[in-house]
């Protein structure tokens, strides 16, 4: 008897999870940065350049947890970009130093699983949540300018024979807050904001330290293919 009726709870339980789950697709593009933090006897200075296109694709699932509050899990695939400018004096003997202008562009690609926490209205979600993400892919190439005569040297993706495979962590970790606007029963506008603890690259000796970390905005849609 009592196995039939822990048996009938577990039923029950699951009929109502289930019947108010959801599922669907999910795509968002937005900017990205490396923020890089440097200290150098102990001056302590942050800086980042923007990548304007950044972005991710892939799917959700969201299941109600207690009165307006859900769980949602997500499968992404998820791109990062990265713009890093530098410039630099030359000097040769008694000739006027040369500038050197280097443009460097890093390439992130991640499979991403964000698992969030969220209150909803009938128009408005708010979620919080951590995202953990493995890293599949990571080139770079490098564009130098001397004195406006442009000299190319593509070490990235573009050139096979020369490409550049970024020695970074496996995995990636942060937190993870989003919004979203419901415009219908199925289509959903949102606003995701990311940003890395892992450290992409880590230097340190005794008068200087220096590492990376990931910042990612994107805006997006999410369309509901179906309630469970």
């Not at 009726?5 to 108010?20: G, K, R």
């Not at 789950?21 to 102990?42: H, Q």
């Not at 992130?108 to 209205?121: A, D, E, K, M, N």
Request: one cysteine or more; a negative charge.
């Amino acid at each position: 008897m009592k196995k039939l009726f822990l048996s009938v709870v577990c039923l029950l339980l699951t009929n109502y999870i289930f019947a108010q789950s959801s599922y669907g697709l999910k795509a968002g593009l937005g900017p990205s940065s490396i923020v890089r933090t440097t200290a150098e006897y102990n001056l302590k200075e942050i800086e980042f350049d923007i990548a304007p296109i950044s972005g991710h694709i892939g799917l959700y699932y969201r299941a109600p947890i207690k009165n307006d509050f859900y769980c949602e899990a997500q499968l992404l695939i998820n791109q990062i970009e990265a713009i890093y400018t530098n410039e630099s004096n030359l000097g040769l003997g008694d000739i006027d130093p040369i500038l050197i202008t280097t443009n460097s562009y890093s390439h992130f690609t991640y499979i991403t699983i964000p698992i969030l926490i969220g209150v909803q209205t009938e128009k408005v979600n708010f979620n919080i949540g951590i995202s953990t993400s493995f890293n599949i892919r990571a080139k770079a190439r490098i564009i130098e300018e001397i004195d406006s005569d442009s000299q190319e040297l593509v070490l990235g993706w573009e050139n096979s024979d020369k490409k550049i495979n970024l020695k970074i962590p496996n995995f990636d970790f942060g937190p993870r807050l989003g919004a979203e606007i419901n415009t219908s029963d199925q289509l959903t506008v949102f606003a995701n904001f990311y940003h890395g603890i892992t450290k992409l690259y880590n230097f340190e000796d005794r008068n200087f330290y220096g590492h990376e970390r990931i910042i990612q905005l994107t805006l997006g849609i999410k369309y509901r293919l179906s309630q469970l």
